[in-house]
Structures are given as C-alpha cells and as structure tokens.
Nanobody
C-alpha cells in the first residue's frame, strides 16, 4: 500500500505564493513509471486536474494556472511539489495530490488553500 501526505496549504493574500508538497511512503517501486498529479476542488465545483508531471518529466497544466504554477518531482524523496505564485482568489480550493502507478492510483487527503482579496 502507498500513502500520500500533503502539506503546505494555508491562507495567503492575492498575489502571494505557496508551495505544496506531497510525500509518498509505503510500497513504492522506483523502477516503475509513475506520474504525479495535482488536482483541486473548490466548493460547489467538480474536481479539476491542475498539473501533471510524467515519469519522463513531461509537464502539463490547466490553462488557468499556466505561467503561475510549477509542478516538480524529487524521485529520491518520492515527493512532488506544486509551487504556486501570483495566487488569485479563484485558486481557493482543496488541493489533492495523486500518484499514478502500474500497481494502482493513490490519493492524498487534501490540503486547503485559501486566497484572500
């Protein structure tokens, strides 16, 4: 089994920055291809895929965060990051990390990000 623990959420003013971390532990096989994803879900809205970093290092972002958010991974620490700059009120949501592996998909518990005006 694999456990994901997110950290780094909080309250920040518009224009500010936060860095989210997602650490994986448990039965992780570093030789397997693994994709990291960050999702978010705002109140009353569906969960949205925000950013992905593939096992090859490929990066993808939803249009609304391009140029402001950066996803990265540290394979030596089994950790993914989401650097969020120039935050907007509309970025307010619970952010979830997900690890996609050949043995299954795993999710973190979520971390709240609140951006005030």
């Amino acid at each position: 089994q694999v456990q994901l623990v997110e950290s780094g959420g909080g309250l920040v003013q518009a224009g500010g920055s936060l860095r989210l971390s997602c650490a994986a532990s448990g039965s992780i096989y570093s030789s397997y291809p693994m994709d990291w994803c960050w999702y978010r879900q705002a109140p009353g809205k569906e969960r949205e895929l925000v950013a992905t970093v593939g096992s090859s290092g490929s990066l993808n972002y939803v249009d609304s965060v391009k140029g402001r958010f950066t996803i990265s991974r540290d394979n030596t620490k089994n950790t993914a990051y989401l650097q969020m700059n120039s935050l907007k009120v509309e970025d307010t949501a619970v952010y979830y990390c997900s690890l996609l592996t050949p043995r299954g998909d795993y999710w973190g518990q979520g971390t709240q990000v609140t951006v005030s005006s």
